[in-house]
T-cell receptor, first 116, second 114 residues
């Protein structure tokens, strides 16, 4: 799976958009970009994923550059409850005989602190 | 409630002991993943089971073992415990039929070895 690079920390004012960047310059054509977040000591929470098109759901938007070497997770109106570590992960499924392997490899992520 | 149930939530035990952590996946999910999160190592993948069979292995120590039962719940067994095994242990489950969607994580078991 491709390696990702994220800033270790970011700050954002409450109510403003939070834009979290991720570089994945070695991503290959069949690898998806996934974003998870982990609020202190809780289980990681899936946010969004995409292959090459921009994606939006009720939590966030994912913008993937045309060359797919980087992406940005956008939280449109950050709240204090969005303070968490955000992980950008790229991975493809590798199919073993009779099954599949979807393990995720977490890096260090970005600690987003939303300030009042 | 994510739908993935982990028990117990907290566990305190002595060095050298053996413990079993339990995970019930979300209804309909066939795959279970175990992760360890300690302060200095971040989230480390341990092992994956799919429909009762081991599918992938990560940085799992020989003192640790896991299995997935016919009802799809999984257990992670940790033996000869050391102080360094103190960590949060997360279980996640996923639907294997499609690439879409992500994992669903449980709330974890906090293991403290004293």
């Amino acid at each position: 799976d491709a390696k990702t690079t994220q800033p270790p920390s970011m700050d954002c004012a409450e109510g403003r958009a939070a834009n979290l960047p991720c570089n994945h310059s070695t991503i290959s054509g069949n690898e998806y970009v996934y974003w998870y977040r982990q609020i202190h000591s809780q289980g990681p929470q899936y946010i969004i994923h995409g292959l090459k098109n921009n994606e939006t759901n009720e939590m966030a938007s994912l913008i993937i550059t045309e060359d797919r070497k980087s992406s940005t997770l956008i939280l449109p109106h950050a709240t204090l409850r969005d303070t968490a570590v955000y992980y950008c992960i790229v991975r493809a499924s590798s199919r073993n005989s009779g099954g599949s392997n979807y393990k995720l490899t977490f890096g260090k992520g970005t600690l987003l602190t939303v300030n009042p | 409630d994510s739908g993935v149930t982990q028990t117990p939530k907290h566990l305190i035990t002595a060095t050298g002991q053996r413990v079993t952590l339990r995970c019930s996946p979300r209804s309909g999910d066939l795959s279970v993943y175990w992760y360890q999160q300690s302060l200095d190592q971040g989230l480390q993948f341990l092992i994956q089971y799919y429909n009762g069979e081991e599918r992938a292995k990560g940085n799992i120590l020989e003192r640790f073992s896991a299995q997935q039962f016919p009802d799809l719940h999984s257990e992670l067994n940790l033996s000869s415990l050391e102080l360094g095994d103190s960590a949060l242990y997360f279980c996640a489950s996923s639907v294997e039929a499609t690439r879409l969607g992500g994992y669903t994580f449980g709330s974890g078991t906090r293991l403290t070895v004293v």
